[in-house]
């Protein structure tokens, strides 16, 4: 497609339960990133991809939270046993350079994780 | 680290009134910056951006220029329109993309 795409666009999820939010990026783009936004907030970096190579993994929050890139495309998000801090958007990017800099990044829509 | 501030907001102006959105950053290296644009119910969308000092960025109105000499790299904007309502978001990328919190700018007709 022309964007990247995520889905599902809002997920709601007891505490507890295990999430896992897709995203596809634009074809060819090397880099993919996922970001956290808390409401009112700038997005905050958590983790990020060079084709199916996982480079940086320094923002993920805590060991519940895993990231995957197998094949070098769609890329999956996976929160376990969810607590409500974790309750936020969670933005992917991509970018055609190896690391961002310089090309700027597209971002997709976000998904909308709320735990209850 | 690498971070940026920008302005705490939010801000209202009316119609054709001139914009400025304030945003520094501290950095090791020679980031590229760049102004996002999130509006209501939207993604995040690329705005302008400027690899090195004295470069500007331009886009729909909206300048940025990139100093060197006081880390800065403010938005502006002569004459802003209802439909530029919206969060503004600065931001830096050297390895990887940081931002700044955002603000919130309201246009009233």
């Known amino acids: 497609g022309a964007g990247v795409s995520q889905s599902p666009r809002y997920k709601v999820a007891k505490r507890g339960q295990d999430v896992a939010l897709r995203c596809d990026p634009i074809?060819?783009?090397?880099?993919l990133f996922w970001y956290q936004q808390a409401l009112g907030q700038g997005p905050e970096f958590l983790t990020y991809?060079?084709?199916?190579?996982?480079?940086?993994k320094s923002g993920l929050p805590s060991d519940r939270f895993f990231a995957e890139r197998p094949e070098g495309s769609v890329s999956t998000l996976k929160i376990q046993r969810t607590q409500q801090e974790d309750s936020a958007v969670y933005l992917c990017?991509?970018?055609?350079?190896?690391?961002?800099?310089?090309?700027?990044?597209?971002f997709g829509s976000g998904t909308r994780l709320t735990v209850v | 680290g690498n971070s940026v501030t920008q302005m705490e907001g939010p801000v209202t102006l009316s119609e054709e009134a001139f914009l400025t959105i304030n945003c520094t950053y501290t950095?090791?290296?020679?980031?590229?910056l760049f102004w996002y644009v999130q509006y209501p119910g939207e993604g995040l969308q690329l705005l302008l951006k400027?690899?090195?000092?004295?470069d500007k960025g331009s886009n729909k109105g909206f300048e940025a220029t990139y100093r060197k000499e006081t880390t800065s790299f403010h938005l502006e904007k002569g004459s802003v329109q209802v439909s530029d309502s919206a969060v503004y978001f600065c931001a830096l990328s050297d390895s990887d993309m940081r931002f700044g919190a955002g603000t919130r700018l309201t246009v009233k007709p």
């Open positions: 991809f060079q084709n199916e190579a996982q480079l940086d």
């Open positions: 990017a991509s970018s055609l350079g190896t690391t961002g800099a310089g090309y700027g990044y597209t």
């Open positions: 950095a090791t290296g020679y980031p590229s």
């Open positions: 400027a690899t090195k000092a004295d």
């Open positions: 074809s060819g783009h090397v880099s």
